[in-house]
């Protein structure tokens, strides 16, 4: 039974952020019905492009010492002042050389005068992350959670009042996610009494240095990542203009809400990751809980692809309506960016930073490549999501591939190529929409959802009965790998 305990704890931690986010952070995607009534889609355009530059300031001004706060924070080997002390430290000095960024960001035409959102958003969110992820590496998750819906339930509110009697516009889009930010963390500092855990004696040079040496290879790791989410809505605004980039980020919303839910159990993975390192059976444990995980990602895709035109229809405003097209493949896009970034824990668990780098690297050349390629035909901006897809797709290979280096676990690759294939079937048939094309969607689906249904039966029935010894995909087990 003492099995079982892990993955209880790992349901558990992830109930509780599930609880204080999930039901919040929907509330935000319902909000884009307001985002497409008040703003054109030339506005929604500028506030998307001001906060993905925001997006890729914050690991190079942080240092990315986000993600070393919570991995060295979960060390028993180094003491958590020293830590925090060292984080917030490096990130103060980060956050100093927002000044050394105005002049760039002065430079840039489509930036000037709305430079001072994005500091003020970067300023916000350096603060925001390395106090949230002190409260994780302490398995604080209750208070976790809590500042997340906190976090959440301001910029609901800002955003309200921004948007429709201030009438702020694309600056009252920015501008709530920064004030939510900094207020949600003048309140973990309050709840938390964090500021017992500082103190400017306690900053070990050789702590830092160690804590640096694993963040700064994740800077361009991130940079990266930013290149391969982002650059697909430059180009398309570079290409097509502020009205198609309009459409294509709304469009971006819905898929990236399968990322947001499986977001919540990731947080939660990364902690159970570290703590079962060293565990004898850690592989099988990676197994089972990838198994699940997997096959709840492609029920969510198959679910969004077949109801993509009703989810165009409910979520946004009518003049957007043709953004309905792009959903499905971003959609395809999402399913690997999930399962990256389950593969992605096995780096912080190990402290593999330069995996992350390099694999990262990969992904965001070949995004690059194709959008280039890609944007300026016919396709326009369906030769965008169809880049972030590719893109996300090699990643995933290159991380396997590292991952049975790092923590050699059993990846059921069959079960997830048919998987892909039947989503892949799914996008093709909304797309071409031929007579009774509904009719084929709905079998696909139902094919995917009795496909998938078992793994997590058999992990809820562990869960619930305590009788968990058999692996979710126990009748594979006698199989040999693929």
């Not at 959008?371 to 090699?394: Q, R």
């Not at 290159?398 to 190529?417: E, S």
Request: with cysteine; aromatic share 12%.
């Amino acid at each position: 039974m003492a099995e079982d305990k892990r993955y209880k704890k790992l349901m558990g931690n992830t109930a509780v952020i599930g609880l204080g986010q999930l039901g919040s952070k929907v509330l935000v995607y319902l909000l884009v019905r307001l985002y497409t009534a008040v703003m054109s889609a030339e506005e929604y355009s500028i506030a998307s492009n001001l906060t993905e530059t925001a997006t890729l300031l914050i690991p190079l001004l942080s240092l990315g010492i986000g993600e070393a706060v919570f991995r060295f924070g979960m060390d028993r080997n180094f003491n958590k002042k020293d830590v925090f002390s060292g984080g917030f430290v490096a990130a103060l000095m980060g956050a100093l050389m927002l000044v050394a960024v105005i002049p760039i960001l002065c430079s840039i035409p489509y930036m000037q005068g709305r430079e001072w959102l994005i500091l003020t958003y970067v300023f916000s969110s350096i603060l925001h992350t390395i106090c949230s992820q002190f409260l994780r590496a302490e398995g604080r998750f209750k208070l976790y959670a809590v500042q997340g819906l906190l976090n959440t339930a301001l910029v609901i509110t800002f955003n309200i009042i921004f948007l429709i009697p201030l009438k702020m516009s694309y600056i009252g889009y920015v501008l709530s996610v920064a004030v939510a930010d900094f207020l949600a963390t003048v309140f973990m500092v309050v709840a938390a009494k964090l500021w017992r855990h500082f103190n400017l004696r306690a900053v070990r040079g050789s702590t830092l240095k160690e804590m640096l040496k694993y963040s700064i290879p994740m800077i361009p790791a991130n940079i990266f990542w930013w290149i391969t989410n982002v650059s697909d809505r430059y180009m398309v605004t570079w290409y097509l203009g502020d009205a198609a980039n309009g459409l294509y980020s709304a469009s971006y919303k819905i898929p990236t809400l399968m990322m947001t839910i499986s977001g919540i159990f990731v947080t939660a993975w990364r902690n159970s990751a570290v703590d079962e390192r060293e565990s004898k059976d850690s592989a099988a444990f990676y197994e089972r809980v990838f198994a699940v995980f997997s096959s709840v990602v492609f029920l969510m895709a198959g679910c969004i692809i077949a109801f993509a035109k009703v989810i165009t229809v409910v979520m946004f405003d009518p003049s957007y309506g043709a953004a309905w097209s792009n959903i499905p493949v971003l959609t395809l896009a999402m399913v690997f960016f999930n399962l990256v970034s389950f593969l992605g824990s096995l780096y912080v668990a190990e402290k593999k930073s330069l995996y992350s780098f390099f694999t990262s690297m990969a992904g965001a050349a070949v995004n690059i490549l194709l959008n280039l390629l890609l944007i300026p035909t016919k396709l326009g901006a369906m030769g965008a999501a169809m880049a972030t897809f590719a893109s996300y797709l090699v990643v995933f290979f290159l991380r396997v591939w590292t991952a049975k280096k790092i923590k050699p676990f059993r990846m059921h690759l069959v079960r997830i190529g048919l998987n892909s294939l039947l989503v892949v079937a799914q996008t093709a048939v909304i797309l071409w929409s031929f007579p009774g094309w509904m009719a084929v969607e709905g079998v696909l689906l139902a094919v995917v959802i009795v496909l998938n249904c078992k793994p997590i039966l058999q992990m809820a029935k562990m869960l619930l009965g305590g009788r968990g010894r058999r692996s979710p995909s126990a009748v594979d087990e006698q199989k040999p790998q693929e």
